[in-house]
């Protein structure tokens, strides 16, 4: 039984078996991987001025035909006072000096369920995707911004806004 038992840790320990081992996990891991970018910033005073926008510049050299998704993030207290947000986004490809403008009218609450979010003790946050159709950026460098289009202005009780771009795995 003991010799049973050598022959089998020996197996483990060979490095063959560990490089077959650690092959086949970063293959399957790299199935799951979908490369992202973030922004998230912080609002001074908790009050989102509509003229402050929060901004991220992003760079697509290569894999310029890859679809993406866009989400907006918020982190608000449970003082904020309305159900839904209206944003503003800009997507500006700095190379071509185009621009587009999106609005959107963002669902945070309805009467039935309350926040839509995450709640943490009096801290709701929101991860709202942008776009039901993927977004193809062309090769070049972009500046994205979102800027809140309320009529509430400085739009007060929010705490951080975000934006965050996934790659979608095709394969």
């Known amino acids: 039984?003991?010799?049973?038992?050598?022959?089998?840790?020996?197996?483990?320990t060979n490095s063959y078996f560990q490089l077959f081992f650690l092959l086949i996990i970063l293959s399957l891991s790299s199935c799951l991987i979908q490369p992202q970018s973030e922004s998230i910033s912080m609002i001074t005073n908790q009050t989102w001025k509509s003229q402050d926008p929060i901004s991220i510049n992003l760079s697509f050299e290569k894999d310029s035909s890859a679809p993406y998704q866009i989400y907006f993030t918020i982190k608000h207290t449970d003082d904020f006072h309305y159900k839904n947000i209206w944003i503003r986004l800009y997507i500006e490809n700095i190379d071509l000096k185009s621009q587009d403008s999106l609005m959107y009218e963002l669902p945070l609450a309805t009467d039935q369920q309350g926040w839509l979010g995450t709640e943490f003790d009096k801290v709701i946050l929101h991860k709202i995707l942008l776009n039901v159709q993927p977004y193809y950026f062309l090769k070049g460098h972009y500046k994205i911004s979102v800027k809140q289009w309320m009529r509430e202005n400085p739009l007060e009780n929010v705490i951080s806004v975000g934006l965050l771009f996934k790659k979608i795995n095709t394969q």
Do not use: A, G, Q
């Open 1 to 12: 039984m003991l010799k049973l038992f050598r022959n089998s840790i020996s197996i483990f």
